[in-house]
């Protein structure tokens, strides 16, 4: 339904109380409505119990509570379950609850499409059609949370932005949806239990770190040369690798925090001793961690993963060089919900 109401979680928590004031009521009343629409992610004014009818209906006069929907909901042979997720205006966009017996981890996307044009990533195919407001990211997470209670009896302990998108072209949004997750009026979780995973946009690395953010950031790298990167991420040639490089030493230099460098080794793509050594080299700029990610096929016979051997020569090469490395097996396959996989198929 179209309506020209305003969506009230765009408000402040000072722009609600101001608005109380306004209508003649206590700005405490302010707070409440804060705490519903936050803290216990409330979908509908009724929800509201503690704010009597009058004040409800006045509510629903003056706004609605866009939020999302979980349209359909699929469970994979290893636990993975993914989420088709409607938004407002029916677009759809997914999200990943991976548990694991440590952790149960939210995959929450940024953007509906993608603004980057990585060749190997099914998402790319879509476009970017829009970017996602911090609700609708706030919202991803409440339901993987409240899916992660019911099924596995756990909360929600980490959450990577590795869904669809690019979250540092979103990157506004993604903060205030961090902000929310993270402050005790929100979920209050720790932003150390939270990655952001970026295909690398030098300038907005920069600006995170000026920021002074406290989660963790990913790189997904998956090659160490110009050359070979832009022939995959073409975007590469306008953000090329030294000023990727610059701007992860300043991240370093701000932060001290390390940086995950995401990596899929492709047969005749990165499979070199040439490719191994650019990448040892590069992971040396700045104190690193490196994921190997499984390649999960999207239908391009471009790309395919290399073979066993390959990955042995990468790890024993890393290992060497005491580079931390770690395989990362691939989730949820055979719903199409592993890293590359979304692209609202169904
Ligand atoms: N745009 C962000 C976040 C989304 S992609 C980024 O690029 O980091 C999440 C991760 O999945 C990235 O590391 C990406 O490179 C990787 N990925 C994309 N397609 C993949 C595929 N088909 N198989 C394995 N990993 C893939």
Redo the contacts with the bound molecule.
Sequence with gaps: MVTNKKDIRALSKQQLRDFFIKQGDKSFRGNQVYEWLWQKAAHSFEDMTNISKETRQMLEDHFVINHIEVDSMQRSSDGTIKNAVRLHDGLIVESVLIPTPTRTTACVSSQVG?S?D?K???TARLKRMRNLNPDEIYDQVIAIDNESRHYYNRPLSNIV???M???LMNYNNVIKAIDKITSPEGLGMSPRRITL???GIPKMIKKMADDGVKFNL?V?L?AATDQVRTSIMPFNDTFPLQDLRESLEYWYAKTKRKISY?Y?IWKGINDSEADIQAFVKFCKYVPCKVNI????P?GDVHFQQASPKILERYLTVLEQNNIVVNVRRSRGKDIDA????LANKS
Excluded: D, K, R, W
């Design positions: 993608c980057l990585c190997f990533c099914a932005f590795m869904g998108g690019e979250p995973s970026t295909s990913a997904s998956h995401e899929v990610i499984e390649y999960n999207i592993a890293c590359g996989q």
